[in-house]
């Protein structure tokens, strides 16, 4: 069976993650994807460094334009047709189906539809923004991009994703596919002032909104983990520490497994503030390791954290509610917690995962 993935443009974080445990299960198979990007931000030994195990698959780069951002996503499914009509299976992580020939067999995982984020972040302003979607083509193509082929299978990473979905398609996808997740308990001490935040530092994941909040708990520690892609952005957060003279804020950019986990089960409380975060697996590792989460009031965190007191829509709120958990009973929170993210287990990942194949792949 010949199987390929597409993506755009590839780098280490929570939708590789999801690549990676596919790829473990076609290995599993005896298949050896290929994958197809206008550019990889990783390398064999960036995935077994960051996701602890190695994977085979073959990168094949295809020549990129220079393009506005949104051009550049939905060109890729138009330029990558040519190199997928021999594939038995197309793997989509692409976030959008608009371009991809309907002849060809797919399997779209949707993290997000590209079609509801550039809908809802379109203005007349954006017209002119020649950097992103100039005079809002793509915005126009969308528009017209009302269904998806009858070959193309879309499974949704979550029912926040799947309702999003269906509010630009009109129709509802099925299948529920959560990404996985190690939720194996991380055992150590932990420090009831210190708290963690993961992401690539990027402004819509707001690590200078967590930097200036901690100005209200002089006492506590955050440490701020996530991969440095955005050098500009990583060099303002430092900036913003620096300009308000704080002690207790620790950036530690492009960790290890190792360093990372460490404070991961060191810490107390985990923070997160992206809003309408799709899904939010790396608030499933913070409380695999015994975090208490914090975080934003929207998206699929909703389904991840249903305790609402554990929420909140502004990150000046925060530190109230810090304050105000050091006097629960932390450990019938967190056991409540762990039990419920039992579900985005690797493990039931890659069950569900090959199940879906098994319908897709052509039976032999």
């Given at each position: 069976m010949r199987v390929a993935f597409i993506q755009n443009r590839v780098q280490l974080g929570g939708r590789f993650q999801v690549t990676f445990e596919m790829t473990k299960v076609l290995n599993a198979l005896d298949i050896i994807p290929d994958f197809y990007a206008y550019r990889f931000r990783l390398t064999e030994h960036d995935i077994q460094e960051h996701y602890g195990s190695k994977i085979k698959l073959y990168f094949k780069p295809i020549p990129e334009p220079k393009l506005p951002f949104e051009w550049n996503i939905t060109n890729f499914n138009r330029q990558v047709n040519n190199h997928l009509k021999e594939y038995d299976l197309v793997i989509n992580s692409n976030n959008t189906s608009l371009g991809l020939e309907e002849s060809i067999n797919v399997l779209s995982y949707v993290h997000y539809p590209r079609k509801a984020r550039i809908l809802k972040?379109?203005?007349?302003?954006?017209?002119?923004?020649?950097?992103?979607?100039?005079?809002?083509?793509?915005?126009i193509l969308y528009n017209w991009h009302v269904k998806t082929?009858?070959?193309?299978?879309?499974?949704?990473n979550s029912k926040f994703t799947a309702d999003e979905f269906e509010n630009c398609y009109h129709s509802r996808i099925s299948e529920i596919l959560y990404p996985p997740v190690q939720t194996t308990v991380l055992i150590a001490d932990k420090d009831p002032k210190q708290i963690i935040s993961l992401g690539r530092f990027s402004p819509n994941k707001r690590q200078i909104e967590q930097i200036v909040m901690m100005r209200e708990l002089p006492n506590y520690e955050l440490y701020l983990v996530g991969f440095k892609n955005d050098e500009s952005y990583f060099n303002k957060c430092q900036k913003v520490i620096d300009t308000l003279w704080l002690t207790n804020v620790h950036l530690v950019p492009d960790a290890g497994?190792?360093?990372?986990?460490?404070?991961?089960?060191?810490?107390?409380?985990f923070i997160h503030s992206l809003r309408s975060e799709p899904f939010g697996i790396t608030t499933v590792q913070g409380i695999a390791a015994g975090c208490i989460p914090i975080v934003h009031n929207s998206g699929g965190q909703i389904e991840i954290v249903q305790d609402e007191s554990l929420r909140y829509d502004n990150e000046t709120e925060i530190p109230k509610k810090i304050n105000q958990l050091q006097g629960k009973d932390l450990l019938s929170i967190r056991k409540k917690l762990q039990l419920h993210i039992k579900q985005y287990d690797a493990v039931s990942f890659r069950r569900q995962f090959k199940k879906i194949l098994e319908y897709k792949l052509p039976k032999a």
């Open positions: 972040q379109w203005s007349w302003k954006s017209f002119f923004q020649f950097d992103r979607d100039p005079f809002l083509l793509n915005l082929g009858v070959n193309d299978l879309q499974v949704a497994e190792e360093e990372r986990d460490k404070l991961l089960a060191s810490s107390t409380f």
